[in-house]
């Protein structure tokens, strides 16, 4: 247990959605971080990556059709921009990006890195090490595919792909 992390039980929504999922969020470990549980570490990972939203952004298509994406397309990344006043961002393919880290490599990863927005990356970085390891053994299991999405653009630059913007918006007064 860390400062930055206190210990702290699982809230009464995870533990609704544990119970009725078969995960379960625990504090038993060694290091006592509330991490969740499950039958397997791939089982966590991908009850993880669901609940988390990681699909809404890193699998075409998801977020738009209501989740209706066979799981043989999750995590291929997206060419779909989220454009804000950092330019533009892409979801990166995820199954290919764990296929050239170690699993030591990805969590130290997730602890540590910043980057552009919308990645909430001051979240994950908070995430619990067993869940971090979980993850990497969930999408590890899906072995890799597709492509990597475009680099980031510039704020001067206009995308090339589609894009969302996340520009804000000043309301208009009258």
Known sequence: MTSRQPHIGPSIACLIVAFASGC????????????????????????LATVAGCNDCHTDGYLFNDGDVPEAEWFLGSSLGWRGPWGTTYARNLRLTVSTLTEDAWVQIL?????????????????????????YQYFQSLGPA?????????????????YLSL????????
């Open 167 to 174: 520009m804000p918006v000043e309301p208009v007064t009258r």
């Open 146 to 162: 597709g492509e990597q999405p475009p680099n980031p653009v510039s704020p001067e630059q206009e995308p090339t792909t589609p």
């Open 24 to 47: 379960t969020a625990s504090a038993s470990d060694a290091s006592h971080e509330p991490h969740t549980t499950a039958n397997s570490p791939v089982e966590a990972g991908r009850y």
């Open 111 to 135: 602890k540590t890195r910043t980057g552009l927005p919308p990645m909430p990356w001051m979240n994950i970085n908070q995430m619990a090490e067993a869940d971090m390891r979980s993850l």
